[in-house]
């Protein structure tokens, strides 16, 4: 906190620019045991950016809002840390990358006595769970999570553009964790209402010697906002066994056991909780002088469709 950053960044990358932050002001040079690596994503296009006497994490943050992935498609760039590295990446790109479930979490009651031959499946056993903040359509929709609209002016040209957003046109070209998105591909009303979520950018064209456009609102304002948002409409906690092995930024698969005693799709999972899910806190601590672990969980699509 007692180092500050007021300094130009000039027709570069912002992946570039978050690179030079990291090993001007927060690499340990000192004592290279302590000293983490940096993962970055590469970022879109070049930028002049000033960045405004910030901490570093803080410049860091303010960077990662204004980053597009080098495809062009996400713009969900986070600066996290690991037990082993630093990541700035996209949750889309870089987090779900393989799709891969690191583990299979399984709720299901257990009489077992913890012997060789159970141990991995009592380890694997979810021994409770809770719902956080269940789908909220209200709140989804007006937080632009499955349409929005930005109007922006531009000072320089006295002209406006309006931009719209559309989960169904734009979201399921990414990379999802699950299968299925959180809407269906057709007949459904939320796609198609930008004016549910409405904003206001003021621009300035050539701000910056020979960029046209410098900071992109149209662009990463709406699809940022519905990139981050969409990630709460589905969480979960489960509590299971100490388990130092779950990072941050891990793919794990939950199983839960149907509450019906015979479901009708004769499935033994129930579809609408199961699947795929990100790990975005751990948490450890002793109950009754035997370790357990918190995973707090969050995922952008279902394995079930619509």
């Known amino acids: 906190r007692q180092k500050k950053i007021s300094r130009a960044y000039s027709n570069m990358p912002i992946s570039s620019m978050v690179t030079s932050?990291?090993?001007?002001?927060?690499?340990?040079?000192?004592d290279t045991t302590l000293s983490k690596t940096l993962y970055v994503h590469p970022t879109l296009g070049n930028k002049n950016i000033v960045i405004p006497y910030m901490e570093p994490l803080q410049a860091i943050d303010f960077l990662a809002k204004r980053a597009i992935s080098d495809s062009g498609k996400d713009y969900s760039y986070m600066f996290y840390e690991t037990l082993d590295r630093y990541n700035f990446c996209t949750i889309n790109e870089c987090v779900n990358s393989t799709k891969?479930?690191?583990?299979?979490?399984?709720?299901?009651k257990s009489n077992l006595s913890i012997s060789p031959k159970y141990m991995d499946e009592e380890f694997s056993r979810i021994e409770n769970f809770q719902l956080m903040d269940p789908n909220n359509s209200i709140r989804n929709i007006q937080n632009g999570v499955f349409s929005s609209k930005i109007l922006t002016h531009d000072i320089t040209t006295k002209s406006f553009k309006e931009t719209d957003f559309s989960y169904n046109t734009d979201y399921y070209g990414l990379n999802l964790i699950n299968p299925n998105g959180m809407l269906p591909v057709a007949n459904e009303p939320f796609s198609n209402n930008p004016y549910s979520n409405y904003s206001f950018y003021p621009q300035h064209s050539y701000l910056h010697d020979g960029i046209i456009n410098n900071d992109d609102y149209e662009k990463i304002?709406?699809?940022?906002?519905a990139h981050m948002n969409h990630f709460d409409t589905s969480k979960m906690m489960i509590g299971i066994a100490v388990d130092t092995a779950r990072h941050v930024g891990d793919i794990v698969q939950i199983n839960i056991f149907s509450a019906e005693s015979k479901p009708e799709n004769g499935k033994l999972y129930d579809p609408y909780i199961s699947g795929k899910y990100l790990v975005t806190r751990v948490t450890h601590y002793l109950q009754k002088g035997v370790g357990k672990t918190r995973l707090f969980l969050e995922r952008d699509s279902q394995a079930e469709g619509f």
Do not use: E, G, M
């Not at 932050?21 to 000192?30: A, G, K, M, P, V």
């Open 100 to 108: 891969d479930a690191l583990h299979t979490y399984t709720y299901f």
């Open 21 to 30: 932050i990291f090993n001007d002001y927060l690499l340990n040079t000192s």
């Open 221 to 225: 304002v709406i699809k940022r906002q």
